[in-house]
């Protein structure tokens, strides 16, 4: 199997599982409908490690832009790869979700809620403020590269570093995903979006694109920066490009702080 096949079916699984447990939990008539959060979070990491263990052997199972953008800011993955898994990673993502699309089918007609038959593909904020949702997802990914990066540091028992990389997952979703769902990966939200896009799903309303550049410049930029943050304070080795990044994140910050506060201030 190729690396570009290898990830287009490990980001595949991924969605299946991911998007397919947020269809069970919120479309009309299913099974397991109203589950839950901790549910969610669950099948969500449980997901991303079933996929590594699908093709982790054959590419290193980054099932997600932000990782591969993340390892070759640091010089951990060739940067003549990334467009070839990026282009794998979403058409991964999009055949993931029409595949739960047919395997929800009579569930579609049977929820009314527009805004519920999207989520089932795509993220969204809580609270609608973009600077802040950028932030979210900045820091959820953030968080997720360098746990990646922790982990591969770390000697473990052979087999069990997908593992625990799904359980990464289950805690970001379970501490910092309330703001926004916790995209923290472009390939899983846009990819069905697209999907979502397309497909005849009744009552199905808008793909809310005006939304979209959060959960892929958010996981970019925070997977960009857990890589470089990683190399500058673990491995010593700060570069410019760390510095430069920094700035960014911290005038983002600033921004969304400001934002913030005249909103505060203006409904006192």
Known sequence: MSEFVGEVIGTMILVIFGTGVVAGNTLKNTLSEGAGWVLVTFAWGLGVAMGVYAVGNITGGHLNPAVTLGLASVGDFPWSKVPL??????????????????????????????????????????????????????????????????????????????????????????????????????ARDLGPRIAHAFLPIPGKGGSNWGYSWIPVIGPALGGIYGGLFYQAFFETNPTIIFWVVSAIILILFGVGLQQELKKSASQS
């Open 85 to 186: 898994y990026i282009t794998a990673q979403m058409i991964g993502g999009i055949i993931g979700a029409i595949i739960v699309f047919f395997h929800y089918l009579p569930h579609w007609r049977s929820t009314t809620d527009p805004g519920a038959k999207l989520g089932v593909f795509s993220t969204g904020p809580a609270i609608s403020s973009p600077i802040a949702n950028l932030i979210s997802e900045v820091i959820g990914t953030f968080v997720l590269v360098m746990g990646i990066l922790f982990i591969g540091a770390r000697e473990f028992t052979e087999g069990l570093n997908p593992l625990i990389v799904g359980l990464l997952i289950v805690v970001i979703g379970m501490s910092l995903g309330g703001t926004t769902g916790y995209a923290i990966n472009p």
